[in-house]
């Protein structure tokens, strides 16, 4: 497909990427975004669709450098990040099944100084931003849909700010766990406290202290690289007024297929 081998962005060995060219039934999708989309407007994107496999660790764009694909995640999750000057990166958005990641093309804009990888693997589907854009500009509805996408994207960035400025650690892990929860099947997050640490921007040890806090009244179970969310309930009461704006926005703009649910909440 003449696809570079993408550079990890956290020392995790080189994965295998795979892309097929389908043409999905858009009933079958998991994406809501696709799912979404008039019979019209997802004629448009469908002959150019790639299905691809996301591992962990994969990196789907670099920045500052020329947007050559925009994703459309079913069951990876993804991260945008911002970075630095001491090369330290700062979770600035999460996508999964909700979503896209590259959401700059949408605006006509070709490249960003912010990173997107993938946080837990899964599978999902590609576009060519050529092909994004010339179906932008064939369809006023499908470019009204991905700008209320790109406005909800927003919201949730505000909303990592001001948990990241006044949320206690406590408060703003349960706020990324849901937001997680949201966009997997189950229960069970792969996840690790050194990644935590990083997405959350503070050091291991304080995410360490903030799991076993959740862990002892029963909300949640850790084990080595995975937490099991056991009271949901109880977690977004931890996460308070943290969690929920975005979420809500979401449910309000993007309309409702039959897609399968991803919790009572719904996308962050």
Not at 35 to 63: C, N, T, W, Y
Not at 84 to 96: C, D, K, L, Q, T
Not at 145 to 162: G, K, N, P, S, W
Request: glycine share 8%; with cysteine.
């Amino acid at each position: 497909m003449g696809h570079r081998q993408p550079r990890d962005p956290y020392g995790l060995p080189p994965r295998s990427y795979v892309a097929a060219v389908v043409e999905p039934k858009q009933s079958s999708l998991r994406n809501r975004l696709l799912r979404a989309l008039s019979p019209e407007d997802f004629a448009l994107l469908e002959p150019h669709l790639e299905q691809v496999a996301l591992p962990k660790g994969m990196l789907l764009i670099e920045p500052n450098q020329v947007i050559e694909h925009v994703y459309f995640p079913e069951t990876a999750v993804g991260s945008v990040i911002a970075i630095n000057s001491e090369n330290r990166p700062v979770e600035i958005a999460i996508v999964g099944r909700e979503g896209i990641v590259g959401p700059s093309v949408i605006l006509g804009v070709n490249r960003t100084p912010h990173q997107s990888f993938i946080q837990m693997a899964g599978t999902g589907y590609r576009i060519a931003a050529p092909c994004l854009t010339q179906a932008l500009d064939a369809s006023r509805t499908l470019n009204g849909l991905l700008l209320r996408y790109i406005h909800v994207l927003t919201v949730q960035t505000a909303a990592t700010a001001m948990s990241n400025g006044g949320s206690v650690l406590g408060e703003r892990l349960a706020r990324w766990l849901l937001m997680c929860h949201d966009r997997v099947d189950g229960d069970e997050l792969a996840l690790t406290h050194e990644f935590l640490s990083l997405m959350l921007a503070v050091r291991r040890p304080g995410v360490t202290e903030a799991i076993h806090l959740l862990e002892g009244v029963g909300i949640i179970r850790a084990r080595r690289a995975h937490i099991t969310i056991v009271d949901r309930e109880r977690l977004e009461e931890t996460a308070g007024d943290s969690y929920g704006i975005p979420e809500a926005e979401y449910e309000r703009l993007i309309p409702r297929s039959t897609a399968p649910r991803m919790t009572t909440a719904g996308p962050g």
